[in-house]
């Protein structure tokens, strides 16, 4: 071979290379997911799917507590939300906490160890906070995590911040070049799935309540507010959800239609009661939180870091691939078993969806 000879072909080599780069490389496994004959298959790369096994493996178990004992409200200081735990139970649920949330620092991520009952540190007051968001998922979103329910666990993963929180972009002030108004889209978005499309589906979705539509729902203008950005938000949005649960749209939908829920499987249901939970919990958790964290744990225009589907989620159709840790936990449900007989009765917590469910979806649900 003469140098040019080997030079072309190393050339060739590496454009090749360059181009392929981009592809998933097989094998790819397809798994029938609808009815037969409609197309709605599951394509997976089996090797993926091995990367998202150790990252949704349960943690090791805390060693249940003694059973009896007093009330930690009756021992302790300042317990505004444990309170009926046992002492045993309450201890263990600090350990279970820090071993999810602050394993390298310990109990005092969050205590002054001279004095637990302090509030002095924010990361205490944030985790209070937690608790409450968590014990809210737990008994008022059946409708989305069903008995499986959640723990610190789902969203932190032994991180301090959990790996996946988002903010609110930054808007860009309009450029006088070719460009012009990027809008927020037009480069790499990773929450769209590596696309050009918009890179903060979440703040008009998970956060504001825009409707996630494309097709109108009337032949004429009058009224029809489906514009194309909301097209391209709401794109965005399906990608993220997508790649967050590790599914092809045919997951939720039937291609045939996107729009109509008559045909989609029960998953898309799900899907939409999650929408709802995320918003609720970035609206009434998160976003109250602001003042409590310090500026350098804030966004780029001041919002604390939110929940969306990749938080709990992280790849995997469900959480954990389903395991349910909440049942080991009492600290984790809202209702605790009272722990003494004169403990105070415990009020039922209201558990139908925030919104009734359409006649179809029903159906859909079945
Ligand atoms: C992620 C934060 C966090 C970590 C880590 C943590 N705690 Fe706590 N701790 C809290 C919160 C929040 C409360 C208040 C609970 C409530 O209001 O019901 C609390 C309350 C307490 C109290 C009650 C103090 C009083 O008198 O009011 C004790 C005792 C305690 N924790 C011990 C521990 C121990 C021991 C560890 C380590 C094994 C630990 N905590 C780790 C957040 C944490
Ligand atoms: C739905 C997901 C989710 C669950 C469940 C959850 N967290 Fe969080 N947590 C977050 C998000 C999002 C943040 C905010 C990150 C930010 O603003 O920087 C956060 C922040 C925190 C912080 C502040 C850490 C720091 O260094 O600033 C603490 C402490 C914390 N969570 C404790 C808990 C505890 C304890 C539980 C369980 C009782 C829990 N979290 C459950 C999503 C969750
Ligand atoms: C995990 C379930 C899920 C997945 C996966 C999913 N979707 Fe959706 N999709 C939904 C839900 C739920 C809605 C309705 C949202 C609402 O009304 O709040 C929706 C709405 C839509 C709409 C709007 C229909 C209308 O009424 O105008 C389109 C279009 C759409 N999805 C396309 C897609 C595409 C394309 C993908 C793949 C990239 C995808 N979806 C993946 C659950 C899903
Ligand atoms: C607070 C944690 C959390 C968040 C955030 C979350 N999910 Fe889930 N999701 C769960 C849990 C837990 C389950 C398992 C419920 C069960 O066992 O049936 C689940 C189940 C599902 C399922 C049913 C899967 C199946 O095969 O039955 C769908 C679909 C889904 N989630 C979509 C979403 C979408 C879309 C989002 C974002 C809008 C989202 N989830 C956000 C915790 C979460």
Redesign the pocket.
């Known amino acids: 071979m003469s140098f040019t000879q080997r030079n072309v072909l190393t050339w060739l080599v590496l454009a090749a290379a360059t181009l392929l780069a981009g592809c998933e490389r097989p094998p790819i496994e397809a798994v029938q997911h609808g009815f037969r004959g409609t197309g709605m298959v599951q394509v997976y790369n089996p090797r993926i799917v091995a990367d998202s096994i150790p990252l949704n493996a349960l943690p090791d178990a805390v060693p249940a507590a003694a059973p009896g004992g007093p009330a930690a409200s009756l021992v302790f200081q300042n317990v505004q939300v444990l309170g009926e735990l046992s002492v045993g139970e309450f201890s263990r649920t600090m350990v279970a ?1 820090a071993s999810w ?1 602050a394993p390298e620092q310990g109990c005092t991520y ?1 205590h002054n160890a001279q004095n637990f009952a302090s509030d002095e540190k924010y ?1 205490k007051v ?2 209070r906070k ?2 409450q ?2 014990h809210k ?1 737990n008994a008022d979103y059946k409708s989305h995590v069903a008995e499986t329910g ?3 666990y ?3 993963r032994g991180n ?3 790996k996946n ?1 988002w903010f609110t972009a930054k808007p860009e002030a309009r450029s006088d070049g070719l460009i012009g108004d990027r809008a927020g889209q037009n480069t790499v978005s990773v929450a769209g799935a590596y696309s050009s499309l918009p890179e903060d589906p979440f703040t008009p979705y998970l956060l504001e309540a825009k409707d996630i539509r494309i097709i109108g729902g009337t032949a004429l203008p009058t009224g029809n507010r489906h514009s194309i950005k909301q097209a391209e938000w709401t794109y965005s949005l399906m990608s993220h959800m997508s790649t967050s649960l590790g599914v092809n749209c045919t997951y939720c939908h039937n291609s045939r239609s996107f729009a109509s829920w008559e045909t989609s499987p029960p998953q898309r249901a799900t899907a939409w009661y999650g929408i709802r939970m995320v918003r609720d ?1 970035n609206n009434d958790y ?1 976003t109250p939180l602001t003042s409590v ?1 310090p500026a350098h ?1 804030l966004g780029p225009t001041g919002d ?4 969306n589907c990749l ?2 989620h992280q790849g995997a159709y469900k959480p954990l691939y389903g395991k349910s840790m909440v049942k080991d936990y009492p600290g ?1 449900q809202a209702a605790v078993p009272p722990v003494a007989a004169s403990a105070p009765e415990v009020v039922a917590m209201e558990t139908t969806p925030p919104v009734a469910m359409a006649p179809a979806m029903k159906v859909a649900a079945k």
């Open positions: 906490m949330v969050c990361t944030v985790a937690m608790l968001m968590t998922i959640v723990t610190c789902t969203c932190h301090n911040i959990p929180v919990l998160m964290f744990r604390v870091g939110k929940a938080t709990c984790m």
